[in-house]
Protein backbone atom coordinates (compact mmCIF):
# COMPACT_ATOMS: atom_id res chain seq x y z
CA UNK A 1 0.00 0.00 0.00
CA UNK A 2 1.46 3.27 -0.87
CA UNK A 3 1.15 5.47 1.27
CA UNK A 4 1.11 9.40 0.90
CA UNK A 5 2.45 11.92 4.24
CA UNK A 6 1.49 15.62 4.35
CA UNK A 7 4.62 17.50 5.44
CA UNK A 8 2.60 19.78 8.20
CA UNK A 9 5.67 22.41 6.95
CA UNK A 10 4.17 22.84 3.95
CA UNK A 11 0.25 22.85 5.42
CA UNK A 12 1.70 25.79 7.65
CA UNK A 13 3.12 27.64 4.31
CA UNK A 14 -0.17 26.86 2.20
CA UNK A 15 -2.29 28.04 5.61
CA UNK A 16 -0.51 31.55 5.42
CA UNK A 17 -0.84 31.90 1.74
CA UNK A 18 -4.60 31.19 2.12
CA UNK A 19 -5.01 34.17 4.72
CA UNK A 20 -2.94 36.17 2.93
CA UNK A 21 -4.34 35.59 -0.11
CA UNK A 22 -0.97 35.46 -1.68
CA UNK A 23 3.00 34.43 -1.73
CA UNK A 24 4.61 37.92 -0.42
CA UNK A 25 2.70 38.48 2.67
CA UNK A 26 2.45 34.39 3.37
CA UNK A 27 6.49 34.84 3.30
CA UNK A 28 6.75 37.06 5.94
CA UNK A 29 4.13 34.56 7.90
CA UNK A 30 6.61 32.07 7.82
CA UNK A 31 9.83 33.51 7.64
CA UNK A 32 10.63 32.40 4.13
CA UNK A 33 11.84 33.89 0.80
CA UNK A 34 8.47 34.24 -1.49
CA UNK A 35 10.50 32.15 -3.74
CA UNK A 36 10.26 29.66 -1.06
CA UNK A 37 6.86 29.60 -0.19
CA UNK A 38 6.23 29.20 -4.17
CA UNK A 39 8.48 26.22 -4.77
CA UNK A 40 6.37 24.34 -1.44
CA UNK A 41 3.51 24.76 -2.54
CA UNK A 42 4.08 23.31 -6.07
CA UNK A 43 5.30 20.59 -3.70
CA UNK A 44 2.36 20.76 -2.00
CA UNK A 45 -0.14 20.29 -4.66
CA UNK A 46 2.26 17.52 -6.44
CA UNK A 47 1.49 15.39 -2.97
CA UNK A 48 -1.79 15.41 -3.01
CA UNK A 49 -2.44 15.25 -6.81
CA UNK A 50 -4.40 18.55 -8.02
CA UNK A 51 -4.01 22.28 -7.84
CA UNK A 52 -5.02 23.94 -5.00
CA UNK A 53 -4.15 27.45 -5.75
CA UNK A 54 -5.20 30.23 -8.98
CA UNK A 55 -4.96 33.42 -9.93
CA UNK A 56 -7.07 35.75 -9.58
CA UNK A 57 -4.97 39.49 -10.68
CA UNK A 58 -2.61 39.63 -8.75
CA UNK A 59 -3.83 37.64 -5.78
CA UNK A 60 -4.07 33.60 -5.21
CA UNK A 61 -7.26 32.50 -5.09
CA UNK A 62 -7.91 28.74 -3.58
CA UNK A 63 -9.84 26.19 -5.74
CA UNK A 64 -12.49 24.02 -4.58
CA UNK A 65 -9.81 21.27 -3.64
CA UNK A 66 -7.75 24.23 -1.28
CA UNK A 67 -10.83 24.85 0.21
CA UNK A 68 -11.08 21.78 1.59
CA UNK A 69 -7.66 21.21 2.29
CA UNK A 70 -7.69 24.53 4.29
CA UNK A 71 -10.21 22.99 6.78
CA UNK A 72 -8.26 19.81 7.40
CA UNK A 73 -5.09 22.08 7.37
CA UNK A 74 -6.30 24.06 9.84
CA UNK A 75 -7.31 21.10 12.40
CA UNK A 76 -4.02 19.09 11.60
CA UNK A 77 -2.02 22.43 12.60
CA UNK A 78 -4.11 22.84 15.85
CA UNK A 79 -3.85 19.46 16.91
CA UNK A 80 0.02 19.39 16.22
CA UNK A 81 0.50 22.72 18.49
CA UNK A 82 -1.81 21.88 20.95
CA UNK A 83 0.45 18.40 21.43
CA UNK A 84 3.82 20.38 21.21
CA UNK A 85 2.48 22.63 23.97
CA UNK A 86 0.83 20.03 26.10
CA UNK A 87 3.95 17.91 26.09
CA UNK A 88 6.90 20.59 26.27
CA UNK A 89 4.58 22.23 29.15
CA UNK A 90 6.03 21.83 32.60
CA UNK A 91 3.94 19.80 34.54
CA UNK A 92 1.64 21.74 37.40
CA UNK A 93 2.40 19.45 40.29
CA UNK A 94 0.68 21.07 42.99
CA UNK A 95 -3.09 22.31 43.15
CA UNK A 96 -3.78 25.59 43.13
CA UNK A 97 -6.02 27.25 45.17
CA UNK A 98 -7.80 29.92 43.86
CA UNK A 99 -10.39 32.65 45.45
CA UNK A 100 -12.56 34.69 43.77
CA UNK A 101 -15.35 37.21 44.76
CA UNK A 102 -19.60 35.80 44.06
CA UNK A 103 -18.92 39.01 41.25
CA UNK A 104 -16.70 36.71 39.51
CA UNK A 105 -18.30 33.46 40.10
CA UNK A 106 -21.58 34.99 38.68
CA UNK A 107 -19.23 36.12 35.17
CA UNK A 108 -16.17 35.37 33.98
CA UNK A 109 -15.02 32.27 36.32
CA UNK A 110 -17.10 29.35 34.73
CA UNK A 111 -15.28 30.63 31.23
CA UNK A 112 -11.92 30.97 32.68
CA UNK A 113 -12.24 27.50 34.79
CA UNK A 114 -13.63 25.35 31.05
CA UNK A 115 -10.58 26.92 29.62
CA UNK A 116 -8.40 25.92 32.04
CA UNK A 117 -10.13 22.44 31.87
CA UNK A 118 -9.62 22.13 27.74
CA UNK A 119 -6.01 22.95 27.68
CA UNK A 120 -4.57 20.97 30.83
CA UNK A 121 -7.30 18.68 32.19
CA UNK A 122 -5.07 17.11 34.54
CA UNK A 123 -4.81 20.65 36.27
CA UNK A 124 -6.52 20.64 40.15
CA UNK A 125 -7.89 23.80 41.01
CA UNK A 126 -9.29 24.65 44.17
CA UNK A 127 -11.89 27.18 43.89
CA UNK A 128 -13.46 29.00 47.06
CA UNK A 129 -15.93 31.78 46.69
CA UNK A 130 -15.97 34.78 49.57
CA UNK A 131 -15.93 38.51 50.19
CA UNK A 132 -13.70 40.51 48.72
CA UNK A 133 -12.34 41.64 52.83
CA UNK A 134 -12.26 37.88 53.47
CA UNK A 135 -9.63 37.16 49.98
CA UNK A 136 -7.35 39.76 51.24
CA UNK A 137 -6.69 38.11 54.33
CA UNK A 138 -7.16 34.56 52.55
CA UNK A 139 -4.40 35.30 50.35
CA UNK A 140 -2.05 37.08 53.36
CA UNK A 141 -2.41 34.17 55.38
CA UNK A 142 -1.65 31.49 52.93
CA UNK A 143 -5.01 29.75 52.58
CA UNK A 144 -5.25 30.45 48.76
CA UNK A 145 -2.85 30.98 46.16
CA UNK A 146 -4.27 32.88 43.95
CA UNK A 147 -7.36 35.51 44.04
CA UNK A 148 -9.85 37.10 41.61
CA UNK A 149 -11.43 40.56 42.73
CA UNK A 150 -13.27 43.12 41.49
CA UNK A 151 -12.31 45.33 44.45
CA UNK A 152 -8.45 46.16 44.78
CA UNK A 153 -5.93 44.81 47.37
CA UNK A 154 -2.29 45.97 47.63
CA UNK A 155 0.86 44.43 48.48
CA UNK A 156 0.29 41.44 46.02
CA UNK A 157 1.59 40.48 42.42
CA UNK A 158 -1.45 42.08 40.20
CA UNK A 159 -2.51 40.74 37.15
CA UNK A 160 -5.62 41.86 34.88
CA UNK A 161 -7.74 39.52 33.33
CA UNK A 162 -10.08 41.54 31.47
CA UNK A 163 -12.15 44.79 31.78
CA UNK A 164 -15.80 44.64 31.84
CA UNK A 165 -18.40 47.39 31.56
CA UNK A 166 -20.74 48.08 34.18
CA UNK A 167 -24.80 48.50 33.53
CA UNK A 168 -27.78 50.05 35.46
CA UNK A 169 -29.95 47.29 36.21
CA UNK A 170 -33.70 47.28 37.33
CA UNK A 171 -36.71 44.91 37.50
CA UNK A 172 -38.95 45.31 34.38
CA UNK A 173 -42.07 46.17 36.35
CA UNK A 174 -39.72 49.38 38.22
CA UNK A 175 -40.67 53.02 37.48
CA UNK A 176 -38.49 56.12 37.84
CA UNK A 177 -40.13 58.04 41.46
CA UNK A 178 -42.02 61.35 40.58
CA UNK A 179 -39.34 62.71 42.45
CA UNK A 180 -36.66 61.33 40.00
CA UNK A 181 -34.18 60.64 42.83
CA UNK A 182 -32.23 57.93 41.98
CA UNK A 183 -32.95 54.62 44.07
CA UNK A 184 -30.33 52.34 44.48
CA UNK A 185 -30.27 48.88 45.33
CA UNK A 186 -26.55 47.96 47.10
CA UNK A 187 -24.34 45.79 48.81
CA UNK A 188 -23.70 47.37 52.29
CA UNK A 189 -20.02 46.80 52.03
CA UNK A 190 -18.15 49.25 50.62
CA UNK A 191 -17.57 47.68 47.53
CA UNK A 192 -16.38 49.18 43.77
CA UNK A 193 -20.08 49.06 42.64
CA UNK A 194 -21.30 51.17 45.10
CA UNK A 195 -18.88 53.50 44.82
CA UNK A 196 -18.93 53.75 41.20
CA UNK A 197 -22.49 54.07 41.27
CA UNK A 198 -22.47 57.23 43.92
CA UNK A 199 -19.28 58.71 42.08
CA UNK A 200 -21.29 58.87 38.21
CA UNK A 201 -23.78 60.36 39.72
CA UNK A 202 -22.34 63.05 41.99
CA UNK A 203 -20.54 63.93 38.67
CA UNK A 204 -24.04 63.87 36.86
CA UNK A 205 -25.35 65.92 39.65
CA UNK A 206 -28.43 63.00 39.71
CA UNK A 207 -29.90 63.01 43.26
CA UNK A 208 -29.62 59.38 44.86
CA UNK A 209 -31.09 57.46 47.67
CA UNK A 210 -30.12 53.92 48.74
CA UNK A 211 -33.51 52.31 48.99
CA UNK A 212 -32.51 48.89 49.79
CA UNK A 213 -29.00 47.00 50.85
CA UNK A 214 -27.96 43.27 51.06
CA UNK A 215 -25.15 41.86 52.38
CA UNK A 216 -24.81 38.90 49.56
CA UNK A 217 -25.62 39.07 45.89
CA UNK A 218 -27.96 36.86 46.17
CA UNK A 219 -30.15 38.94 48.46
CA UNK A 220 -29.42 41.77 46.08
CA UNK A 221 -30.98 40.15 43.40
CA UNK A 222 -34.19 39.69 45.19
CA UNK A 223 -34.02 43.28 45.93
CA UNK A 224 -33.94 44.57 42.46
CA UNK A 225 -36.92 41.89 40.83
CA UNK A 226 -39.31 43.44 43.41
CA UNK A 227 -38.73 46.94 42.07
CA UNK A 228 -37.30 47.95 45.55
CA UNK A 229 -34.39 50.03 43.13
CA UNK A 230 -31.25 49.93 40.24
CA UNK A 231 -28.59 48.56 40.96
CA UNK A 232 -24.61 48.73 39.12
CA UNK A 233 -23.58 45.86 37.58
CA UNK A 234 -22.11 43.60 34.88
CA UNK A 235 -24.77 42.82 32.70
CA UNK A 236 -24.41 38.92 33.12
CA UNK A 237 -26.98 39.69 36.25
CA UNK A 238 -29.56 39.81 34.27
CA UNK A 239 -31.99 37.53 34.20
CA UNK A 240 -35.81 37.17 32.43
CA UNK A 241 -37.43 39.55 34.76
CA UNK A 242 -34.30 42.05 34.78
CA UNK A 243 -33.32 44.63 32.58
CA UNK A 244 -30.57 46.96 31.88
CA UNK A 245 -31.80 50.92 31.96
CA UNK A 246 -30.07 53.91 31.49
CA UNK A 247 -30.97 57.20 28.78
CA UNK A 248 -34.73 56.21 29.35
CA UNK A 249 -34.38 57.23 33.09
CA UNK A 250 -31.99 59.78 32.31
CA UNK A 251 -29.32 57.52 34.31
CA UNK A 252 -25.46 58.61 32.98
CA UNK A 253 -23.01 55.66 31.37
CA UNK A 254 -20.77 53.88 33.72
CA UNK A 255 -17.46 53.07 33.38
CA UNK A 256 -15.71 49.70 32.79
CA UNK A 257 -14.31 47.52 36.08
CA UNK A 258 -11.48 45.29 35.99
CA UNK A 259 -11.25 41.88 37.14
CA UNK A 260 -7.35 41.37 38.79
CA UNK A 261 -5.89 38.25 39.77
CA UNK A 262 -3.74 38.49 43.25
CA UNK A 263 -0.88 36.06 44.11
CA UNK A 264 1.06 36.14 47.02
CA UNK A 265 4.85 37.20 46.33
CA UNK A 266 6.32 34.50 47.85
CA UNK A 267 5.10 31.80 45.71
CA UNK A 268 6.93 32.38 42.01
CA UNK A 269 7.03 28.31 41.46
CA UNK A 270 6.51 27.09 38.03
CA UNK A 271 2.88 25.92 38.69
CA UNK A 272 1.84 29.03 39.86
CA UNK A 273 3.60 30.44 35.58
CA UNK A 274 2.21 27.93 34.29
CA UNK A 275 -1.62 28.85 35.60
CA UNK A 276 -1.05 32.10 34.68
CA UNK A 277 -0.03 31.87 31.04
CA UNK A 278 -2.99 29.55 30.80
CA UNK A 279 -5.29 32.25 32.13
CA UNK A 280 -3.70 34.69 29.42
CA UNK A 281 -3.22 36.91 32.86
CA UNK A 282 -0.94 39.60 32.47
CA UNK A 283 0.67 41.99 34.65
CA UNK A 284 -1.35 45.67 35.04
CA UNK A 285 1.02 48.10 33.85
CA UNK A 286 -1.31 51.00 34.30
CA UNK A 287 -3.15 52.19 36.93
CA UNK A 288 -6.18 49.65 38.47
CA UNK A 289 -9.03 50.83 36.88
CA UNK A 290 -10.99 50.30 40.72
CA UNK A 291 -10.47 52.59 43.38
CA UNK A 292 -7.72 51.00 45.92
CA UNK A 293 -9.44 50.04 49.21
CA UNK A 294 -7.47 48.42 52.12
CA UNK A 295 -7.33 44.68 52.22
CA UNK A 296 -8.21 42.80 55.13
Known amino acids: MNCRHLDIRLLRTFVA ?34 PLLEREGRRKRLTDEGRRLLEYATGILNLNDEAISYLRASPIERMVRLGACADVGDTILPDYVARLARSRPSLQIDIQVGASDWLGGALRRGEIDVAIDVNAHEGFETHELQSSPLAWIASRRFSVPRDRVVPLALLDTSDVFRRTAVRTLEQAKRPWRAAFQSSTLCGLRAGVRAGLGITPHFSELVTPDLTVVGPEFGLPSLPPISFQMYSRRDRRDDAMQKFMTLLGAKPASAPCLVPHIAAA
Not at 23 to 45: G, I, N, P, Y
Request: net charge positive; aromatic share 2%.
Open 17 to 50: VARQTGFSRAADDVCRTQAAVSQQMKRLESAVGC
